[in-house]
């Protein structure tokens, strides 16, 4: 959470320093992208060395967040150690306080859903005492709209997240309880679990957490627009 410092002086009214900076977590979400450098630059800028934030990222590598002066910005990416942006998010208004996710997603040479771009989300970082909050995206280019699931002996116990699409994420986070949580990925109202396996994935939550949780890679890495991704 942003922190302020209270100024009260011997003589004269108190006031206010305020964190005008704001947080921004890039990262690279496109299974058939090689790796790429990211740009973050003031408004009609060109890329440039002196711009460059990032260098080298590969699929499906984060950023963290990276605190930054709160501001109107561009942000573009390109093929490793070139300057020419194949992705641009022009225009990107980064309050005072706020966190943002830039995300490259989609695929190479996809068209309509599946085009590549850069994506940005709000983040929602306060935590809340004795929870954990917990947000979903679906980010896999060629995965149908699926659930995400609770497991109990390897049984179907709860369905905290329905109907998820690409590429969207839930519109609030999920609070949840602390403890340990089997988790898996259905389609869409189907009641067997494929991904990450049949099994699931055990997630271990803390009170005060705050996570995101991302699908991402290839379902198909065989055939069709995400032949030859990762998966």
């Given at each position: 959470?942003?922190v ?16 005008t ?15 790429v ?5 003031a ?12 260098s080298?990222?590969?699929?499906p590598?984060?950023?963290?967040f990276?605190?930054?002066a ?6 573009s990416?390109?093929?490793?150690g070139t ?15 706020s966190?943002t ?10 068209s ?13 970082r ?10 979903v ?7 149908p ?12 116990a ?6 998820l ?11 949840l ?13 189907a ?10 994935a ?10 995101s949780?991302?699908?991402v890679?290839?379902?198909?890495t065989?055939t069709?627009?995400?032949a030859g991704?990762?998966?």
């Amino acid at each position: 959470s942003p922190v302020s410092l209270l100024v009260a002086p011997a003589t004269g009214a108190a006031f206010e320093i305020k964190d005008t900076r704001a947080a921004l977590r890039v990262a690279h979400f496109a299974p058939n992208v090689p790796a790429v450098d990211v740009f973050l630059k003031a408004p009609g800028e060109a890329n440039s060395a002196a711009n460059r934030a990032l260098s080298g990222v590969t699929f499906p590598a984060d950023s963290g967040f990276l605190n930054v002066a709160s501001g109107t910005y561009d942000a573009s990416v390109a093929l490793a150690g070139t300057l020419a942006g194949v992705l641009d998010l022009n225009g990107a208004a980064l309050a005072a306080g706020s966190s943002t996710s830039v995300f490259a997603i989609g695929l190479l040479n996809g068209s309509g859903d599946q085009a590549l771009r850069l994506a940005a989300y709000a983040d929602d970082r306060a935590a809340v005492a004795g929870k954990a909050k917990v947000r979903v995206l679906h980010l896999a280019p060629d995965a149908p709209a699926v659930d995400v699931v609770v497991l109990n002996g390897g049984a179907i116990a709860a369905r905290p997240v329905t109907n998820l699409a690409f590429p969207s994420a839930t519109s609030q986070a999920l609070e949840l309880d602390p403890g340990s949580y089997t988790l898996a990925v259905v389609p869409a109202g189907a009641s067997t679990p494929i991904l990450p396996t049949a099994a699931g994935a055990t997630l271990q939550l803390n009170a005060g957490d705050v996570i995101s949780v991302a699908a991402v890679g290839c379902l198909n890495t065989s055939t069709g627009a995400c032949a030859g991704g990762a998966a």
